[in-house]
C-alpha cells in the first residue's frame, strides 16, 4: 500500500505524466471532433450514428465538450494527476460505449476505438488500476452486446466481445510492461543526465579554485572558459564573453599561434603587466580542434633558481675574491707609494689619481657581491610588514636626518602577514629608498619619498614613490641588469641585486611606468593566509 501511495506521489509530481496527459486530451479533442463532423456533416462511414440518431447526437456533442472541458483542466493541472486520469478513462470508456451503441454495436468496428483508452490507462496507470481500465471496458463492451441481444432478434457475436475483452487485458498489460520500461529508461537517463550536471559542476568548481591558470579557445581562437587564476596572472578585468585571445592576451595568442606551427620559440616565460608574476603556458589539442591552455605561474621556480644563483655567486665571489683583491691591493699601494714620489708632476698625480678611484670602484663592486653572497640561503620569518616597516623609517629618516614630512607611510593592510628574510629585504628597501631620496627633489613642499602598502587579493603591494624626474624610456629596458647605472659612483648592482633577493624570497620587484612619464617601484609580497592573528 505504501509503495502505491509513493508511485502516486511521484506521479504528481512527474511533469512527464502530465505532459503524457495533455496529449491524450489532445488526442481525444481531435476523436471528438472527426465523430461530431462526420456525423453532422454526413461524411462516410454512413453506419456513425445510423442506430440511434439522437442518442448519438446527444451523445457525440457531450463529448466534444467534455473534451474540451477536460482538455482545460489538464492543462492547468488542477487536482491530483492519477484522479484526473481515472475520472477522464472512465468518460472515454461511457462515452466511447453509447456512441459504439447509437452506431451499430461492435460489428461497425468501433470497438478498437476502446484500445486507445486501454493503452493510455496501461502507460498512465501504475500497477493494477491499469487492469482495472481493461476489465471496465471489456465490461462495457460485454453490456453493450447483452443490450443488443435482449433488445433485437439480431445474431449477437459475444465471441467477438470475448475476443476484443482479451485484446483489452492483453493490451493493457503490454502497454503497462513498455510503460515501466520507458519509465525505467528515463530514471536511468535522468540519472545520468544529473550525474553529467554534477560532474561538470564539480569541474568547474575544481577549475574555478585551481592555481593554475585555465583557458579554453573554440577553433576560431575566442574564450570560451577562463578561471580566476588565469584572469589573475593576465591581470584579465574586462568581460572575456566571445573575446578573442588575442585581444585579451596578445602576447599568450602569439605564443599560442606560434605552437599550432611548431616553432621552437613558442610558450617561452613572459609578464602579462608590468607588476604581474612571470608565467610559463603549455597547450594541448582536442579532437574536436579546441585548444586548451595551462597557465603556471613560474614563481616558486624562479625563487628556487634564484636561491641556487645566489649560493653559485657566494660561493664564486668567495673563492675569486682573494685573487682580486691582492692584486687590487697591490695596484692600490703602488698608485699611493707613485703619487708621493712624483708630488711635484701633476700629470703623474693625475694619472695616479685615476688610478686610485678606479682601484676603489672595483673594490666596491667587490664589496657589494661579496655583502649579498654572504648568506647563502634564504631564511624567511613570518612578520607583520606594516609594524617591520616603521622600524625600518625610522632608521633610515635618522641616517639621511630627514625631516618627519619627508617620508610618508600610508598602510592600508596593517595586519596582513609576509614571509621573508629581514636581513634581505633590509637590504632591498635601503636601496631602494637610497635611490628615491638621491633622485628626489628637497626643495618642494611635497613629501620627497611616500611609501603605500595595500593589499590585492591575496598579494601585499609596497608602492616606493619619490617626486624625482623618474626613469628615462631609453634606460628602462636595462634597469635591472647589472653594471648599468646612471648614479655617479655607483656600482650598477643595486637594483639587480635588489630583485634577485625578492625572487629568492618569493616576492617580486617591478618599476610601474606611469601615463606622465613618471614612475614609481612596487615589491609584491604572497601574503600569508594561514597564519592565526
Known sequence: MMQHNTALKALDQDPATWRALTVFNVYRVILALILCSVFFLQLPPEFIGEADPKLYKLISLAYLVLAFFLFTVTALKFGHVQTQIRLQLVIDIIALTMIIHSSGGINTGLGSLMLVVVVAGGALIPGRLAIFIAALASLAILFEVAYMHISSDGVTKYNQAGILGATFFVTAWLAQWLSKKIQTTQVVAEQHRRDVENMAVLNQHIISRMKTGVIALDTKGAVTMLNESARTLLGINQDTSDARLADIAPELAEQIWLWQHHSTESFLPFQSTPDSPEIKATAASLDSGEVLVYIENTSALAQEAQQLKLASLGRLTASIAHEI??????????????????????????LTDIILRHSLRVNSIIETILEMSRRKTVEPSL?????????????FKESKQAQPDEIIIDCEATTSYIAMDPEQLYQVLWNLLDNAWFYSTKDTASARITLVMVQHGNELFLDVFDNGPGVADDVLPHLFEPFHSLRKGGTGLGLYLARELCQANGARLNYIKEADSSGHFRISFPIQQDVLV
Open 325 to 350: 683583491r691582492n692584486p687590487l691591493a697591490a695596484i692600490s699601494h703602488a698608485g699611493e707609494l707613485l703619487a708621493e714620489q712624483q708630488a711635484a708632476d701633476p700629470m703623474t698625480v693625475k
Open 383 to 395: 612578520m607583520v610588514l606594516a609594524n617591520w616597516l616603521e622600524k625600518f623609517i625610522n632608521e
